[in-house]
């Protein structure tokens, strides 16, 4: 019998006494009271302090994942997926409409990606085999910074071996404790520890709200040196854009540096998938640093910034996560190389994605179903309001055979839970529209039985 169903079969109390127990003492290990001998160098320290199962994020995590068995929600994270996961998936030999890849332009696997990698890997093999400054470079990273400059037409890119290290390190290379680093209080888990490693005053204002901004900046601006504004160009999780020629005017009356993260914007927004910038007719150079990451339309990994040479410069030869981390591979730039011209060549792709967007936002607003902040874009949140119906709807849509993933608290608030749909070129507006139609039906299921728990847990 598996846990999750050992776990059903226990009586309420038990069930409780479990987590009562889990949370008091961790999943195992060895009794924290017990402490070595007075003479030792080390009395007082406790043997649970050599134990990874009394580690306190470990501990929560059991208890949410005990909870999770105890209603009925299967872990939806880690699936194993048997081959290229596009408008559908295999997972388990069972086919699924998937809406939880980032492929957003429908590039991954096909013909000229593929071609391009093998291509990469039978002349340079698989490994960059060290840092680009002391192992070198390969063609297929230089046809890919240039490519990326001349897209955003600035004038030098650099490109990292991982998106999230590529925010951390530009960041905290820029900045120290004499600035400051306002950013939108929705920003990507890598520019809030890039913000913290660089040791300058960090204030988030809240989500694109710019009257904010503009006193948090008229406040604080003068006291530091420099100063970094940061925001997404098509937000992670809610699906919405930032006032960019706003942006711009305010950095430049504080005299700052903007920073905009485009991950899931290259490719996505604007009439050809230029990014935010094409969006708003506004000068790409009125950005001092456009960052963005190539594991999403790009099908490769890794991120870039693509600045001013100046800037660029200084962290090819400065920043750590790039002088002492190893060249992303070759055949990973080259295709990812092979992804930009086809996104120039092609803007049907990203035309394609918007119409199935609007289309989403449209199909659910019809169904009823709350669509959030969420423009039309690649990103499309399902507000559920409540990370318990998130979970639970994620699992009921699975048993439908629909793979979309639940963003639940600490990811976001608690009211602002949700199903989050990356929608793709690979989809049809019929799968759009069967997947919606099955999130009608069982969101009041869903809610009936979430609210069943909290009356049980109210009377116990
Ligand atoms: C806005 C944003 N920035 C940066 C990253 C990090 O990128 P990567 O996953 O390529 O490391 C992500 C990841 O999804 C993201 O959503």
Known sequence: MSDSKKFSKLSAKAK???????SKSGSGGG???????????????????????????YKELKIHQTIAMQTGIMEPYFLCHDGLAKGTTSIGGEEYLNFST???LGLNGTERLNNAACDAIKRYGTSASASRL???????????ERGLADFYRTEDCLVFVSGHATNIWTISQLLNRNDMIVYDALS????IHGA?????????YPHNDYDALERLLAENRAAHKRCLIVTEGLFSMDGDLPDLPRLIEQKSRYKS??????????????????????YFGVDFNDVDIWMGTLSKSMCGCGGYIASRKAFTEYLKYSAPGFVYSVGMPPALAATSAEALRILVEEPERPARVQELGRFFVQEAKRLGLDTGHGQGYAVAPLIVGNSLVAGLLSTAMHKRKVNVLPIIYPAVEDSAARLRFFLSYSHSKEQISRALSIV???????????TSFSDESASK
């Open 188 to 191: 990507h888990n890598s520019i």
């Open 440 to 450: 009608a039906e069982e969101l009041p299921k869903v809610r009936k039985l979430a």
């Open 16 to 22: 409780n006494s479990l987590i009562a127990k889990m």
């Open 196 to 204: 913290k490693m660089s040791g300058a005053t960090r204030i988030a």
């Open 257 to 278: 540096f903007l920073m905009v993260d485009e991950a899931h914007a290259l490719g996505i927004v604007g009439k050809t998938g230029h990014g935010v910038a094409e």
């Open 134 to 144: 002391v192992s070198g470079e390969r063609p297929p990273h230089r046809e890919l």
């Open 102 to 104: 980032y492929d957003y």
């Open 31 to 57: 009794d924290p009271r017990r402490v070595p001998s007075r003479r030792s160098p080390v009395a007082g320290i406790h043997d649970s302090m050599c134990d990874f199962n009394q580690l306190p994020g």
